[in-house]
């Protein structure tokens, strides 16, 4: 008895928790529009010139070796997030909680003598003689070393670095104007059109299942069973696929009816000034600079 009433306590907090993790994406999906909006550095270049500059020095940090430059340009993601005048905590949560700390997993293996031989810094074991169980075997000594961590840093680094730069395009840049600057740049329309749609419902959907989860707790006195939890997000579940399905055929026509025939338009209209030239220009000088001197 105490079995199945921990198992029904323990799904009501899945859901509670379901419930906060959708309500933090709809959060942060309004807080990147608004800050997109924020008179910053930024968000006052061109979104085409946003586009190939900050693809310019991702491309940077793809070629850069050093972790003297590495860690610059890392720096210069935090300036020019600050100059845009985007949280630092907000910002940070987005580019270090994530992906970095997986690449960090990934990345650890790298920080030991078996994969980077190099010079020991600290030696885990030393037993003198590889011992085997079997096919499974240990070696002699299992030590980090200075090529181990190294090479662990300069990609959690570029990773960082990268992300960094990609978030701030993402943060500091409508989504619309975004998928416009694609287009002119010349990405495909299929691919554009597709990518705006995902995005804008998405949105929706998690909205939906938000309302859903909200309209469920709203309604449920006392506890349920295990079962009944699952019986009712399996039927939640087919629910969103048949919305999903039907959504996606009115949302068609509707497009139809109203002159779509395969390019999105939006309001709109980009003009190149002189500050969008002069970040242009700094953007350039920076990335070849950063290269030229990690080269030497």
Not at 185 to 214: A, D, E, Q, S
Request: aromatic share 8%.
């Amino acid at each position: 008895m105490k079995h199945h009433t921990t198992a029904r306590r323990g799904s009501f907090r899945i859901l509670e928790k379901t419930v906060h993790h959708l309500s933090e994406s709809l959060e942060a999906t309004l807080f990147a529009e608004n800050t997109a909006q924020r008179p910053g550095l930024l968000q006052g270049i061109d979104p085409r010139v946003k586009v190939i500059s900050l693809l310019l020095l991702v491309v940077t940090v793809s070629l850069v070796q050093g972790l003297l430059f590495l860690g610059i340009l890392y720096l210069i993601a935090l300036a020019l997030a600050a100059l845009s005048r985007i949280p630092l905590g907000f910002f940070l949560k987005r580019t270090l909680v994530f992906i970095p700390l997986f690449t960090g997993v990934i990345a650890l293996p790298a920080i030991f003598n078996v994969v980077s031989p190099g010079k020991p810094l600290i030696v885990l074991y030393d037993i003198g003689r590889p011992l085997f169980w079997g096919p499974i075997g240990l070696p002699q000594q299992l030590a980090v070393t200075d090529t181990g961590i190294t090479v662990a840093s300069r990609l959690i680094l570029r990773v960082s670095a990268s992300l960094s730069f990609t978030v701030l395009l993402l943060l500091t840049t409508r989504w619309a104007s975004l998928l416009k600057a694609l287009r002119v740049l010349g990405v495909p329309r299929v691919f554009v059109v597709i990518l705006g749609m995902t995005y804008r419902y998405i949105y929706l959907l998690l909205h939906t299942v938000n309302t859903m989860f909200l309209a469920r707790k709203s309604r449920t006195v006392g506890r349920l069973s295990a079962g009944e939890h699952r019986r009712w997000l399996t039927t939640t579940m087919g629910l969103m696929v048949d919305k999903s399905y039907t959504l996606s055929e009115n949302v068609y026509q509707a497009m139809l009816s109203r002159g779509f025939r395969g390019e999105v338009s939006i309001m709109d209209t980009f003009a190149l000034r002189r500050a969008d030239i002069v970040w242009a220009c700094i953007t350039l000088a920076m990335a070849t600079g950063i290269i030229l001197m990690d080269r030497l």
